[in-house]
């Protein structure tokens, strides 16, 4: 007798599925009401490139005087530095306005739609700073960075 297979997955492709949504205030990080989604603005149609928004986790080396092996323990969980890079408007009316520096708030990533009962990510987050990206050559483009301030709330259910 063999193992279970894994259910198969219904694969997609993120871009023009998944939402990024920010929102000002979420009461508990770990389920966040619709009316508190439907405050937020859908940032989605704007970003260029996302970079990082990933949770991970560390480990720490666990010796044992009796073995020449070294094994590890899991220790502490770090989501690395994050940002999000949005077209600029030529009359300056673009995420400017919404993510200056010092903003706090959260960023919520629906990655299969923000569909009831589907499963989101929530990152309390502050915006560090928004750099102009200065390529001659391309789109006119702003990079937001963010801190990750706390522990993000991981697949969190989508409400109604």
Do not use: H
């Not at 198969?8 to 508190?36: F, N």
């Not at 009359?91 to 990655?111: H, N, Y």
């Not at 299969?112 to 309390?124: H, I, M, T």
């Amino acid at each position: 007798m063999s193992a279970t297979p894994i259910t198969a997955s219904d694969r997609y492709y993120r871009q023009g599925v998944s939402k990024c949504i920010w929102v000002p205030t979420i009461a508990t990080l770990a389920s966040p009401t619709r009316s508190e989604i439907n405050a937020g603005t859908d940032l989605s149609d704007e970003i260029s490139a996302v970079s990082g928004w990933e949770v991970t986790g560390n480990t720490e080396d666990a010796p044992a005087l009796g073995s020449v092996f070294i094994g590890k323990v899991s220790s502490t969980t770090t989501a690395g530095d994050s940002s999000l890079t949005f077209y600029a408007d030529s009359t300056s009316t673009d995420v400017r306005t919404l993510l200056a520096r010092g903003s706090a708030g959260f960023i919520v990533w629906a990655w299969e739609g923000d569909v009831a009962g589907q499963l989101a990510d929530v990152f309390p987050v502050k915006v560090t700073s928004v750099p102009k990206q200065t390529d001659v050559s391309s789109v006119a483009q702003l990079m937001v960075n963010f801190a990750i301030t706390r522990e993000p709330a991981e697949n969190v259910d989508i409400p109604a």
